[in-house]
């Protein structure tokens, strides 16, 4: 996607030229005269810049008129003004020969057209870059260049001194630079978050209803998200009584050491990373104490991928206040689904998850054997330091070694904690992907090694029987081997199996609902990104239909709806789409439907180029988070929120609050 990035970086760069375009053409030109070199290189940037956004647009056309239509749209009128400046503008008048030059009077007026003309492609560049908003303010301040530029010319014009006329010189370079500042500063006050918001009232309380009803069938009419607690008016969760499985997190600092001897000041629950492994029982009742003693943050605990009462899903600002240094807060949720998950804070989760706060939570299927020989590990991916830091399975940069037996059974836990995608490799045994995201794969086929594509917070398990060799996983750097006797190194001569493709894998089954059901609701949201500014900072924005949160509407849904919800990633980069309370099916990839076992995800990593069109059953009621979980793009404004009739939620968010979800 390269051509995406060339647009994005040549559409920027084709502001400042707009800006000196119009300074250049205020106030009354002489037609005789030949026009300046200002001039005729800001016709020529302006015109070279539109004419290769054009080629980009043409050139993502191979990608559909999602990708290129918004560029193409764009680039059109700002060719016009460019041949429009050159016609009226730059095209020095004829005149019969040896007659003396003849003052146009109407020229000045046909300029300042030409001047309006590139103002209004500057302010639609902002748009389209910065939002509604922060164009509001760009042309409010572009509105002083028309009268700066006639100040200009009176100075240019009036006789004076030389002194005079460098002082004049210099006043007007002054100008000039407040001129770009004053832009600069309206455009990052634009871009500051409210103090404090609410997630469904007051400014953030568009909606996109997807085609149905705003109100629909409001069986929760007016209820709050703290009602929506998963138990009934005896205190029973989840319809039944049944066994307590009950847990306490500490949120810690702790000064941990990698393998490699790297000391680490993590936070952590329960002076470790990854934190505890929860397992329990499908069924059973959870219960988590979370006790907060890290100094002077609030934090909260979300269950990724598990399907919670609304309640308890630990999003600050939506489900619940961050909970504060020397507080607790105790989570109740009954587990309903076998398979690997994992939890982390969402409080500051840009932040939080990377410096530790995380764990992995497995739900054992009801009626597996109390006793098992199976070997069954997860296998946390980590990096440490942002993108260019330390990758770790567990706090182990290198290869570790474990000892297993020929003939037992082993089953691996893929979990990525990382928001880009991390390629997962196993060789040295035939091996099945059993699960993803939780759910299993129907009928999955032996492989004779296998290369994983794994997204942010997305979940894999494989399964395989130990050979009488070694058995080598890797994780983009960190590995394990597992041999007989613990002792053998990473096996370097097996041929890279082939990426897995989840499309196409595994056998199809019945579903509840597949294309070709009746959707009650349709939402199409497509991923991009802009340069510009995002609270008051400059920053790349991650935007959901050229929006950034707060300004992105809620999806609204009734109880019982059938969605569905097509991804569009118009960037370059990998956005893992993970939406709270549901599982997705996943229809069609590029507009070619799955064919292998049916493939649900609670997180979708949407590639570059790629367009996903999934479907789910809206049975949670409630106010869900649905963003990137790359968790930097979220914090750059790529958060929406699916919301149900009726339900509202008590708690704010913004600098003004204890409440900071990403």
């Known amino acids: ?254 000064t941990l050491l990698l393998d490699s001897g790297m000391p680490v000041t993590a936070w952590t629950f329960n002076g470790d990373t990854p934190g505890p492994q929860l397992v329990v029982r499908q069924g059973e009742l959870v219960e988590v104490t979370l006790v907060n003693r890290l100094p002077g943050v609030g934090v909260t605990v979300h269950w990724h991928g598990v399907d919670v009462p609304n309640a308890m899903d630990g999003v600050a600002g939506v489900t619940q206040d961050a909970v504060a240094p020397g507080a607790s807060f105790v989570y109740r949720f009954r587990a309903l689904r076998a398979g690997t998950y994992w939890y982390h804070s969402h409080e500051m989760s840009s932040v939080q998850v990377r410096r530790g706060l995380f764990g992995a939570l497995v739900v054992m299927p009801g009626d597996a054997p109390s006793h098992d020989d199976t070997l069954d590990e997860t296998a946390l991916r980590h990096t440490w330091g942002g993108e260019d830091g330390v990758a770790t399975l567990g706090l182990a940069s290198g290869v570790q070694r474990r000892p297993v037996p020929a003939g037992r059974q082993v089953r691996l836990r893929l979990v990525n904690t990382d928001g880009d995608p991390a390629t997962f490799t196993l060789t040295g045994a035939p091996v099945r992907v059993a699960a993803i995201d939780g759910a299993d794969v129907h009928e999955p086929g032996v492989l004779p090694g296998v290369r994983i594509l794994v997204g942010g917070g997305s979940r894999y398990d494989l399964v395989f029987t130990m050979p009488d060799g070694p058995v080598t996983l890797r994780a983009d750097g960190p590995g394990i081997v597992y041999s007989p006797h613990g002792d053998a190194g990473p096996d370097r001569g097996t041929a890279v199996p082939a990426v897995l493709d989840p499309a196409r894998y595994g056998s199809p089954a019945g579903t509840p609902f597949g294309t070709g059901s009746r959707f009650d609701r349709r939402f199409t949201l497509r991923l991009d990104e802009r340069l510009g500014f995002y609270d008051g900072r400059p920053s790349v924005r991650y935007t959901l239909n050229d929006a950034t949160f707060p300004d992105v509407p809620m999806l609204m849904v009734s109880e019982g709806d059938l969605v569905e919800v097509t991804y569009v990633n118009r960037t370059g980069q990998h956005h893992p789409m993970h939406l709270h309370g549901h599982h997705m099916l996943v229809l069609s990839r590029d507009g070619r439907a799955t064919s292998g076992s049916p493939w649900w995800a609670d997180t979708l990593d949407v590639g570059p180029g790629e367009t996903y069109r999934v479907a789910f059953r809206a049975d949670n009621p409630g106010v869900w988070m649905d963003h990137c979980h790359n968790l930097e793009h979220a914090a750059s404004g790529m958060i929406l929120h699916l919301g149900y009739a009726g339900v509202t939620s008590p708690f704010l968010i913004g600098s003004g609050t204890v409440n900071h979800p990403e």
């Open 1 to 254: 996607m390269w051509v995406h990035y060339t647009d994005m970086v040549t559409a920027l760069l084709q502001l400042p030229v707009a800006v000196a375009a119009w300074w250049t053409g205020c106030g009354p030109q002489d037609p005789a005269a030949r026009p300046s070199r200002t001039s005729v290189v800001a016709f020529m940037l302006l015109l070279g810049g539109a004419a290769l956004r054009l080629v980009a647009g043409v050139l993502l056309l191979a990608w559909g008129w999602e990708f290129a239509g918004p560029r193409l749209v764009f680039v059109v009128p700002a060719l016009v003004v460019a041949a429009t400046v050159y016609l009226v503008w730059l095209r020095p008048a004829r005149k019969p020969p040896g007659e003396a030059p003849v003052r146009d009077r109407g020229r000045p007026a046909r300029v300042a057209a030409v001047a309006g003309a590139v103002g209004v492609v500057f302010v639609t560049a902002v748009a389209l870059l910065a939002g509604a908003g922060t164009a509001v303010v760009a042309g409010l301040a572009v509105l002083g260049v028309p009268a700066l530029g006639w100040v200009y010319r009176r100075l240019r014009h009036d006789q004076a001194d030389a002194r005079a006329g460098r002082w004049r010189g210099a006043a007007r370079a002054a100008v000039g630079v407040a001129l770009v500042a004053a832009v600069a500063v309206g455009l990052s006050v634009a871009s500051v978050l409210p103090a404090r918001s609410s997630m469904t009232g007051g400014a953030l309380g568009a909606v996109d209803t997807g085609g149905g009803s705003a109100a629909g069938h409001q069986h929760h009419g007016g209820i709050s998200v703290t009602d929506l607690t998963g138990t009934d008016p005896t205190g029973t969760a989840n319809g039944g009584d049944g066994p307590v499985r009950r847990f306490t997190l500490t949120a810690q600092e702790t």
